[in-house]
């Protein structure tokens, strides 16, 4: 389990399927699943994963929480700060045998999938006061970013050969501290989107490179 734990109540947006949404929360889980754990049962409920997980934590509310196939002792963790602002990163992107985007794909082309793929799932900490519509851009943001980074590695869909623009079940949190003065514009010129593109394109494409690190 990779977990960011905080002491202030953290406002939240995400694809989690775990209090997804816009929620409060005062921890983010990315939680990998066990071995044992077949697909058709994880599918059936993925919430009960996540809430033991939480169990072992000490954390039973307030909290978002994500699955991932990837090993999240392989996570990337990437931090930038400019002026009163900061955001920080972490990706993971590497399954337990060392495989990486093995499900990759184009979105807008037609797949079939048959089994539980692996997922590049990212967790961002904006230590600043974004308004919930920049919240939102910033998901935009990381989302190129992520996209950038696996172009950058020449990454093909699995199901047509085309570049890839992410993996079938990627997974994204944002959260705010909610300190300082509203932030509007999460674009990737603002100022904020320049944090988030950059921490995210980073942290994405070092989890993904980390692969052939962990086969070594």
């Known amino acids: 389990m990779l977990a960011f734990i905080s002491d202030i109540e953290l406002s939240t947006v ?3 399927i775990y209090n997804g949404g816009f929620k409060k929360a005062k921890a983010i889980l990315n939680v990998q699943t066990p071995e ?3 697909d058709r049962k994880l599918h059936e409920n993925p919430q009960k994963l996540i ?3 939480a169990k072992k934590l000490g954390i039973s509310h307030h909290f978002v929480g994500m ?3 990837a090993a999240v002792d392989k996570f990337a963790l990437v931090s930038k700060k400019h002026g009163d602002l900061t955001v920080t990163v972490a990706a ?3 399954d337990p045998e060392g495989n990486t985007c093995s499900h990759a794909e184009t979105a807008g082309e037609t797949m079939t999938v048959e089994e539980m793929p692996g997922t590049i799932n990212i967790m961002i900490i904006i230590d600043g006061n974004p308004t919930e519509s920049c919240l939102v851009s910033t998901v935009l943001t990381a989302t190129e970013a992520k996209t950038a980074a696996i172009w950058e590695l020449d990454i093909k869909s699995r199901y047509s050969g085309d570049v890839a623009t992410g993996t079938i079940t990627d997974a994204i949190i944002v959260a705010k501290t909610n ?3 509203p932030i509007i514009y999460g674009g990737p010129a603002s100022k904020l989107g320049q944090l988030v593109g950059y921490c995210t394109r980073k942290a994405v494409k070092e989890s993904i490179m980390k692969a052939n690190q962990y086969l070594q």
């Open 14 to 16: 995400s694809s989690a």
């Open 36 to 38: 044992e754990l077949s």
């Open 51 to 53: 809430i033991n997980s």
């Open 67 to 69: 699955v991932t196939a």
């Open 92 to 94: 993971t992107a590497v």
């Open 179 to 181: 300190r300082g003065g």
